[in-house]
Nanobody, 121 residues
Framework: QVQLVESGGGLVQPGGSLRLSCSASGSIVTIITMGWYRQAPGSQRELVATITRGGSTNYVDSVKGRFTISRDNAKNTVYLQMNSLKPEDTAVYYC???????????????WGQGTHVTVSS
């Protein structure tokens, strides 16, 4: 079994910052790609950022220059530093990871439970 546990969401004023964390635990051999997605009310879930095990990153255009994704492979943890937050960043943020489990050969997709981010004055 594998679990992803997120933390760090909350309420912040426009222009403020938040740091999200997501730690994976369980029967893990290796984690390939980790990422963050978000879903605003009435909208589909969208990709925010991803990072490979080697550190290559990818961002949706709307967060480039404001958000930074990073990971600590030794801790099986991914972070999302969010700066210059805007009201349109308000959403539930979900952690995602492609994980090869003990006894497995191909990676499976895992999701965290989601953490709420609200940007409002």
């Amino acid at each position: 079994q594998v679990q992803l546990v997120e933390s760090g969401g909350g309420l912040v004023q426009p222009g403020g910052s938040l740091r999200l964390s997501c730690s994976a635990s369980g029967s893990i051999v290796t984690i390939i790609t980790m990422g963050w997605y978000r879903q605003a009310p009435g909208s589909q879930r969208e990709l925010v950022a991803t990072i490979t095990r080697g550190g290559s990153t990818n961002y949706v255009d709307s967060v480039k220059g404001r958000f930074t994704i990073s990971r600590d492979n030794a801790k099986n943890t991914v972070y999302l530093q969010m700066n210059s937050l805007k009201p349109e960043d308000t959403a539930v943020y979900y952690c995602n990871a492609e994980i090869v489990r003990i006894g497995g050969f191909l990676p499976d997709d895992y999701w965290g439970q989601g953490t709420h981010v609200t940007v409002s004055s």
